[in-house]
């Protein structure tokens, strides 16, 4: 790669920090139009179909190479698949029959807090006194969206299930990236990305024929297969591709960046195009969160070199 070309290469990933999040947040705004339309599984199913087969034309002569691999590893794709795809795909559309766009993404936004803390009781990673503030920070934030920022009448809150169906999925994202560190993979991103969402696939069928056959199952027309191809479009193939271009051009550190316009993204698209209304309990949530992902992910030892 010339000078020029590693130039603008580096210009693109940078324009992709500010592109990447309002991708990942096209899935918010599907997940709350989805209600009557399609069913959360056959939702999450097409989604995925659409991604894992654009991925595969990319990556064929790849995962082709890597067959034997794939074959005995069948199970660990599954596994992630079910992690990434069935619980942190279904479920986040189940959670938005209930709760907003704006709760789906500054609950979401915590998940590197979570990541850190499971790293420490998983992996035995070190965490600073710096650190351990900021997990409070984020975590109350969480609880102050969750309850309204009714805190003087904690007992008394009215708990939407939809909060709880989107804290389980960003447990199941915390799992599915401390197992991809404990699964290192000679594969690709997009090859690797290709495999899991095949394994997510193999979970999602067996509930999404079950939804299919249920009477109040809404029938599949042109709105449902538009969502399916928007969900795998924008959050699915192109939001993975464009974070997986961002971090192997500036490094996973200025990658990471883009987890602060997460929140910001989504609840300006949720009031653009769903008309919510964002409550001072959505700022105070923010202004906890935001800084608490800062402090967390400030390592103690050596920075990332992007």
Do not use: K
Request: glycine content about 10%.
């Amino acid at each position: 790669m010339t000078n020029a070309e590693h130039g603008a290469a580096h210009r693109l990933a940078y324009a992709l920090i500010f592109v990447t999040p309002a991708l990942w947040c096209v899935n918010y705004l599907v997940a709350r139009w989805s209600p009557g339309v399609v069913a959360p599984h056959t939702l999450a199913f097409g989604r995925w179909a659409i991604a894992a087969a654009l991925l595969a034309v990319f990556t064929g002569p790849e995962l082709l190479r890597h067959r034997a691999l794939l074959l005995a590893q069948w199970r660990r794709f599954v596994v992630l698949g079910a992690l990434g795809m069935w619980i942190c795909g279904a479920w986040v559309y189940i959670a938005a029959r209930t709760t907003t766009a704006t709760n789906l993404s500054l609950i979401y936004s915590v998940s590197p807090v979570m990541i850190a803390l499971a790293s420490v009781l998983w992996l035995h990673e070190r965490f600073t006194p710096r650190q351990w503030l900021g997990a409070v920070l984020a975590l109350t934030g969480v609880v102050n969206v969750i309850i309204r920022g009714h805190w003087g009448a904690l007992g008394a809150v009215q708990w939407v299930p939809g909060d709880l169906w989107v804290v389980a999925a960003t447990a199941s994202w915390s799992g599915f990236v401390l197992l991809q560190r404990r699964w290192p993979t000679p594969l690709g991103p997009a090859a690797h990305l290709s495999a899991v969402a095949t394994g997510g696939l193999v979970v999602l069928l067996p509930f999404t024929l079950w939804e299919l056959a249920r009477p109040d199952t809404p029938p599949l027309g042109a709105h449902a297969l538009g969502l399916m191809l928007l969900a795998g479009l924008a959050p699915g193939a192109a939001a993975y591709w464009c974070y997986s271009f961002v971090q192997r051009q500036l490094g996973v550190a200025r990658a990471s960046s883009q987890l602060y316009l997460g929140p910001l993204y989504g609840a300006a698209m949720a009031w653009l195009f769903l008309g919510e209304p964002v409550g001072w309990h959505h700022a105070v949530g923010a202004a906890l969160i935001l800084p608490g992902i800062w402090l967390v992910s400030q390592r103690s030892g050596p920075r990332d070199p992007g």
